[in-house]
């Protein structure tokens, strides 16, 4: 089985060619900034993005008849559970026009819907940005009009998860296990029994390299109106978290200037891990105190100084086990191989 696998984001387009759950080629395809500032739109985009893919199709001597599916990352749609929907025309229409965000990502089923009607090709999303499987006591977030958004890093999240409980003998659809995704944006959740119950979104947590996390309401308040509205949304989007307080969002170059000695960084690093460990100890009570296991995930879980006070906070809540990286593009072809297999069922989104 063929697999084609697309992933846009902000910057590049990471294009991958699997047979069966076996990697074959991937290729983060760089965009130019020069190119992106031509797009005054996002959805603009779309036809750059195809010729991308069907360039990477063309350098490494692939027919797009040769496929037997294609799988896309899910992009901000609205509301959705866990596992793939099926890549019609309504899904890109919601794609396109009713969004719950505008991000890089939703342009993966716009691209995989062309190929798909051009060549007659099953195509999928899987694991969206914006798996939403709350709890009703979870959804209320203080405001009526204005309920807590579900938005996390579920696909790698999820990966990460169903990983851990095959290692270890366990069945991911009866286990509790917390999974953090420690990246430009930290985002964690609460999977119990295979659903998403619980999450703690990159604006309502721990800062983190360049966005701001959770700020106190007030501070909101006095940013917005000294700064205007705009000024607030940089603070959560790029220029928070590590980039405010040290002029970096490199974990890295942090963990050097505290080894030359940088007291800040140092108390800025702590921080950071601090407000992570408190945030997994909010999730710990979601299924009364049961936890099987902490994991930690995403690009800078690397950073063994910060996953090493992370635990030494949290570790007496459940076993932490560390997997740097992120795995998406393997999320993905496993989704789609599960489809395919009749072992799971793509559902239709309709609103």
């Not at 089985?1 to 047979?19: A, Q, R």
């Not at 190929?115 to 090709?121: G, L, Q, R």
């Not at 205007?228 to 940089?234: D, H, N, P, R, T």
């Amino acid at each position: 089985m063929k697999i084609l696998i697309i992933n846009p984001g902000s910057t590049s387009t990471k294009v991958g060619i699997y047979e069966d759950l076996e990697e074959k080629i991937i290729e983060n395809i760089s965009i130019e900034a020069d190119i992106l500032k031509k797009f005054d739109d996002l959805y603009d985009q779309t036809d750059m993005r195809y010729e991308q893919v069907m360039e990477f199709l063309k350098k490494n001597n692939i027919s797009p008849s040769d496929l037997d599916v294609i799988v896309s990352r899910g992009g901000l749609l609205p509301p959705l559970h866990t596992g793939a929907y099926v890549i019609d025309d309504e899904l890109c229409h919601i794609m396109r026009h009713r969004p719950a965000q505008i991000h890089a990502s939703n342009l993966g089923a716009l691209v995989a819907r062309r190929i798909s009607k051009e060549y007659d090709i099953p195509a999928y999303i899987y694991d969206a940005v914006s798996v939403d499987e709350l709890t009703d006591e979870a959804r209320l977030s203080g405001v009526k009009k204005y309920p807590r958004r579900s938005f996390s890093h579920a696909l790698n999240t999820r990966a990460v998860a169903m990983r851990y409980c095959a290692d270890n003998g366990l069945d991911y659809y009866k286990s509790s296990v917390i999974v953090v995704h420690l990246g430009g944006g930290i985002s964690m959740n609460f999977q119990k029994n295979g659903r998403l119950v619980e999450t703690v979104s990159s604006d309502e947590g721990p800062f983190s390299t360049n966005r701001a996390g959770v700020l106190p309401i007030y501070s909101c308040i006095t940013i917005a109106a000294d700064e205007g509205a705009e000024a607030l949304q940089k603070y959560e989007d790029s220029i928070g978290g590590l980039v405010s307080y040290l002029g970096t969002n490199d974990a890295r170059e942090v963990e050097k200037m505290i080894e030359e000695g940088n007291e800040e960084a140092l108390l800025v690093y702590r921080s950071m891990a601090y407000q992570i460990a408190k945030s997994i100890g909010s999730l710990a009570i979601v299924d009364n105190g049961k936890v099987d296991a902490i994991l930690l995930t995403g690009g800078i879980s690397y950073s063994k100084m910060l996953t090493g006070w992370v635990k030494e906070k949290v570790e007496f809540i459940a076993p932490v086990e560390i997997y740097p990286g992120e795995f998406e593009m393997r999320a993905l072809a496993q989704g789609a191989y599960r489809v395919m297999q009749g072992m799971e069922k793509a559902d239709y989104l309709r609103l």
